[in-house]
Structure formats: C-alpha cells, structure tokens
C-alpha cells in the first residue's frame, strides 16, 4: 500500500509543480493531495513537502485557514468553465451536460465560498502587540 501512496504522492507532486508555469494545471489540490498522499506513505517525504519554502504556502493556508488565494480561485473557474464549454462544444449528451453541470456548480460555490487566503504571515500573527507611549 505504501507503494500506491507513493506513487499518487509523485504524480500529484509532479503535476502541482508543473501546475506552477501551465495556467490551467490546480496547483493546490495537487499539492494537497500530494501531502495527504506523503503522510501516509513517507515522513520524510511529507516534512520535505510541508517545509519547502515554493510549495508550503498553499498547503499551510489549506491547513490553518481553509483558504484558497484569489489567483488559484481564479484558475479553477477557468477550468470549470472551459471543461463544461469543450462537453458541450464535443456535442455530449444532455444528460451527462445536466450532470456536468451540477457537480461543477457544487464544486464551484465550494471554491468561491473559501477564505482568499490573504493572512498576515505567521510572524506577524504571533508579534507581540505594540504599547503606545502612555499605556503601561
């Protein structure tokens, strides 16, 4: 089993990387899946991914906040919107394009609906708080 989570780990790891320069590539789900992947099947790996310092950012907002940054919000509606077009433009049934467009519509207030991600950094957060001059 370790093996298979490997392997689902390399590939997610691959694409969310290649994600990175190709527009239409969801970076962040597959990061995450990557990281899901990693803790099951190595822990090294797993530090290795949640401590890189290109890859962690989506991966900590994902995970302390629930959030995805605006332009990855962006690219997923992208994706949803050119994948309903190219069914209906291949000429797929009513049927599956009825389907299509209810799990895409789910998926899509899913995304719309999470926090954009835009947290002061984990520095800032845990800065102790200024006192003014005639405070205490």
């Known amino acids: 089993m370790r093996y298979l989570w490997l392997s689902i780990g390399g590939a997610a790891l691959a ?6 320069v190709v527009p239409l590539l969801p970076t962040t789900p597959l990061l995450l899946l990557a990281a899901w992947s990693f803790a099951r099947a190595s822990p090294r790996l797993h530090h290795w991914l949640v401590t890189h310092p290109r890859l ?3 991966i ?3 995970q302390r906040h629930g959030a995805i940054r605006p332009r990855a919000k962006l690219v997923a509606m992208f994706a949803v919107v050119a994948s309903f ?3 209906v433009l291949l000429g797929v049934s009513g049927e599956v394009l009825l389907v299509q467009a209810v799990v895409l519509a789910a998926v899509s207030l899913f ?3 999470r926090p954009d991600g835009t947290f002061p ?4 957060a845990t800065a102790r ?3 003014d001059k005639d405070g205490p």
């Open 111 to 113: 995304i719309l609906t």
């Open 15 to 20: 694409g969310g990387m290649l994600g990175t």
């Open 85 to 87: 077009v190219t069914s």
């Open 60 to 62: 900590e907002d994902w």
């Open 129 to 131: 708080p200024r006192r």
């Open 121 to 124: 950094s984990a520095k800032r």
């Open 56 to 58: 962690v950012t989506p």
